[in-house]
């Protein structure tokens, strides 16, 4: 195995030493010794990777990268994922030095995205230049970048994006879309699982716009990765369908541009190619070592380093004349050239296919066509009622009819979860009897994938969605996080989603998934009571541009309330609204949610017979009833009223905030059982007896 790997390279040699450098070589040193400096400063951050992988990311940014840094926004732009997001000076260094603008409130302005102030600001409170590169929070990251893998995954997911866009709105004369996803990753990506669910899927796929460079510098944190990972890396992409190339040294900047150049030649396949590099290539003491990888190399070696690289000692973020310039003339006039034609292109395609460049108006605006919502249907009342997971099903079809940018799929669970789109393709090639044009998404038991994947489409504009069981959300948890963090409008439909489950047992009937979903920031949670609320929650779920949101729906049939006794529906958008309610000031108030929602009805309506005053509160979404003024809060849950019954069938952990100190939940404190769902809602209380019991108990 160790043949395969020279000896780590200890310190530069030849011209790369900096007295006859080329322009190009001071300005790989120049990200190298930035890249040094801003972790040194900070005293925090991981130096080693961007010295190690300098020459290769400004070889494809100025040689290869089809990318305008005065127009960040620019839709045909080619993409850089930095997955290996802890060597985020990298990144953070060619924008500085490329000279992209700031991109502010959805609009590209006159101002550098980033200073050498900004840099040097590195990891700080409020800075533009936080340890791991974040989308949104600073112009010319594509996507957020942290944990490991994620990046690798949102890339298969823009190559996807990219693939379905040309095939849609690409036509004859009118190339509008033929850009390429290049991906830097490394032996901690690589380690990750998301990494080989993401890469099979694109090999499947046939992706030829995709491009993944693997820096394989065998250093991790705890060392050599000789402890850890010591397979073949390039024969298990050529198993997954990938066209494998290798970069003997990661300096050999010619030989990348011919890698580059080989991988954009295969359409019929994403391209590896396999990079060896040394970590901290160039330093005297550190290089090809973990001391290098997560931590300050230390002034004196810093020193020794600028002064194997020919650079000044004793000058730090120094940006040697010329250096910028050199950018402007390479990928700046490229990416200026390549987007004025494009915008030349698109005015012609205006002007020949108006309908097809209004919803791509739409798409890079993030805006909705005119009666998006015209065809999502009203249910009238039935007492054997349907299960959410089939209105949402007939829900989704009708708001997909008309808009044709809401596409997605589930984990090989869309006959369970309902969502596939009738009528549509699905997004194969056409090998696998399917077009790129197709909506319906197959990502097969990959959930940690597809939902990175999915990331990875809204960020091109899309409304895609993605589904499965709720107990699978936690193999979703770090991209669901990631969605948040971006704040992308990324729907979540997660079925089965109680112990209602029945028979499948403990193992799959979720109990604390939706209090992990609402604790995660900036996600909003909705598990509606019958197929009106259903309704109501897409009608606002499509709306909303600023956050995902997860469906929580059930396998089992809900009763459809009848809205002409009970409230209406619309009172999901503000979360929790009073559903039925007494004339008289209630000596109760009873709080459930999704399929327990009949269950407080039940008990209300016995109340009620028996003369004792009540109100059914029902609580589809916590985030969207705390965003409610707090006057509108008051009047659903008046404060003065104690007695309170909650009902959900799954973990009690939140609910005490609206029970208060002496309500009483019906709710789960444990994990569920096999056997059907009629007998496990009586043995674990969710009954109407138990209910009307706790009720009459509060009422006093």
Not at 198 to 209: F, I, Q, V
Not at 558 to 563: F, G, H, K, S, V
Not at 598 to 607: G, Q
Request: hydrophobic fraction near 40%; charged fraction near 20%; aromatic fraction near 8%.
């Amino acid at each position: 195995m160790r043949a395969l790997f020279p000896t780590p390279l200890r310190a530069p040699h030849g011209a790369e030493a900096g007295g006859t450098a080329t322009l190009d070589t001071l300005c790989i040193n120049t990200i190298r010794t930035l890249s040094m400096d801003g972790v040194q400063k900070a005293n925090s951050g991981h130096p080693g990777t961007a010295m190690a992988l300098a020459p290769v990311a400004y070889t494809l940014w100025q040689d290869v990268l089809n990318y305008d840094p005065a127009d960040p926004l620019w839709p045909n732009r080619d993409r850089f994922v930095l997955s290996i997001g802890h060597a985020s000076m990298l990144i953070y260094s060619l924008i500085y030095l490329a000279g992209v603008r700031q991109v502010t409130q959805g609009k590209v302005t006159n101002a550098p995205a980033l200073t050498l102030e900004d840099l040097q600001q590195f990891r700080q409170f409020d800075s533009k230049t936080p340890g791991h590169p974040e989308y949104g929070h600073t112009t010319g990251v594509e996507t957020t970048t942290g944990p490991l893998g994620q990046g690798c995954g949102n890339s298969v997911g823009m190559a996807m994006a990219e693939k379905w866009l040309a095939a849609r709105y690409n036509k004859p004369g009118f190339e509008l879309f033929n850009h390429h996803v290049y991906t830097l990753c490394g032996d901690g990506d690589m380690m990750e699982g998301i990494s080989g669910e993401a890469a099979s899927t694109a090999g499947h796929l046939k992706l030829g716009n995709l491009v993944w460079m693997y820096d394989a510098n065998r250093i991790s944190i705890e060392g050599s990765t000789d402890i850890a990972l010591t397979e073949n890396v390039a024969e298990r992409f050529a198993a997954y369908g990938w066209q494998v190339l290798e970069l003997a040294d990661a300096n050999d900047t010619a030989a990348l541009k011919d890698l580059l150049a080989q991988a954009k030649a295969d359409t019929t396949r994403p391209t590896f190619i396999l990079v060896r590099s040394v970590i901290a290539w160039g330093a005297p003491t550190k290089a090809g070592t973990a001391a290098a990888h997560g931590e300050p190399l230390g002034d004196a070696e810093i020193q020794a380093t600028k002064k194997a690289y020919g650079w000044p000692e004793d000058k730090s973020f120094y940006v040697p004349e010329g250096v910028q310039a050199h950018m402007q003339d390479g990928l700046g006039a490229r990416g200026a050239k390549a987007r004025a034609e494009w915008e030349k292109l698109f005015a012609s395609y205006r002007a020949q296919y108006p309908e097809q460049a209004a919803e791509l108006d739409a798409i890079f605006s993030g805006t909705l066509p005119e009666g998006w919502d015209s065809a999502i249907p009203t249910y009238e009342a039935s007492e054997k009622g349907i299960a959410s997971r089939a209105s949402s099903g007939e829900v989704l079809n009708a708001v997909a009819s008309k808009l044709p940018w809401l596409l997605g799929g589930s984990a090989d669970l869309a006959p369970s979860t309902k969502t596939l789109l009738k009528g549509e393709e699905s997004f194969q090639p056409k090998e696998w009897n399917g077009s790129y044009a197709g909506r319906n998404f197959h990502f097969g038991v990959r959930e940690h994938a597809m939902g990175a994947i999915v990331n990875g489409m809204a960020l091109y504009g899309l409304r895609p969605f993605c589904a499965g069981f709720l107990i699978f959300s936690d193999y979703m948890k770090a991209p669901i996080r990631l969605a948040a963090l971006m704040q992308q409008p990324v729907t979540y439909i997660f079925t089965h989603d109680s112990i209602g489950v029945g028979e499948d047992g403990p193992t799959h009937q979720p109990i604390e998934q939706l209090v992990q979903l609402r604790a995660t920031p900036g996600m909003t949670t909705i598990r509606p009571g019958d197929a009106n609320e259903v309704a109501e929650a897409w009608r606002f779920l499509i709306a909303k541009q600023d956050g995902p949101v997860a469906l929580a729906l059930s396998r089992q049939n809900l009763p459809t309330l009848d809205r002409n006794r009970y409230a209406p529906a619309s009172g999901v958008a503000k979360g929790a609204y009073v559903l039925a309610d007494s004339k008289e000031t209630p000596k109760v108030i009873l709080i459930a949610s999704g399929s327990e929602l009949s269950l407080a009805v039940s008990a209300y309506e016995a109340l009620s017979a028996d003369g004792i005053p009540a109100r059914v509160v029902s609580m589809p979404s916590w985030e969207l009833f705390e965003a409610q003024p707090q006057s509108y809060r008051d009047n659903v849950l008046p404060p003065a009223i104690t007695g309170r019954v909650v009902i959900e069938a799954a973990s009690a952990i939140g609910w005490d905030r609206y029970a208060g100190l002496t309500g009483d939940i019906i709710a789960m404190r444990g994990f569920g059982a096999s056997a059907p769902a009629a007998k496990l809602m009586t043995k674990f209380g969710f009954t109407p007896e138990a209910v009307l019991e706790a009720a009459r108990r509060q009422a006093g």
